[in-house]
């Protein structure tokens, strides 16, 4: 049993790695088409992307790697946990204003 646990380790290691890339890949995008039409909404729209794909994924993917291997006390989780939060909200009310946003 022990090595179906491990595989299953490494595919969630590989998809958060995944996602953290991928967000970031789509958050730079994101910040081009800011570059090219210096649009404020744009811009909004690349932060907001950036916070809610590659920061939040990063904090929790590393976080949990620190907890797990015992680098930092589980006293720190609640706090990791807030801090990923407060990312993906402030993520996703910057795309909320990119969308509503007429400027």
Same mark, same amino acid.
């Given at each position: 049993?022990?090595?179906?646990a491990?595989?299953?380790?490494?595919?969630? $290691? +590989?998809?958060?790695?995944?996602?953290? %890339?991928?967000? /970031? !890949?789509?958050?730079? @995008?994101?910040?081009?088409?800011?570059?090219?039409?210096?649009?404020?909404?744009?811009?909004?729209?690349?932060?907001?992307?950036?916070?809610?794909?590659?920061?939040a994924?990063? $904090? +929790?993917?590393?976080g949990?790697?620190? %907890?797990?291997? /015992? !680098?930092?006390?589980? @006293?720190?989780?609640?706090?990791?946990?807030?801090?990923?939060?407060?990312?993906?909200f402030?993520?996703?009310?910057?795309?909320?204003?990119?969308?509503?946003?007429?400027?």
């Amino acid at each position: 049993m022990a090595p179906m646990a491990a595989v299953v380790d490494w595919i969630i $290691i +590989a998809l958060a790695i995944g996602s953290t %890339l991928v967000g /970031g !890949y789509v958050g730079y @995008q994101a910040y081009r088409g800011y570059r090219r039409h210096d649009s404020r909404t744009m811009q909004a729209l690349s932060i907001g992307l950036f916070f809610l794909t590659a920061v939040a994924f990063s $904090i +929790a993917f590393v976080g949990s790697l620190l %907890l797990r291997e /015992g !680098y930092l006390a589980l @006293q720190y989780q609640q706090l990791l946990t807030l801090i990923t939060r407060l990312f993906q909200f402030l993520g996703v009310l910057l795309i909320a204003y990119s969308l509503h946003s007429r400027g």
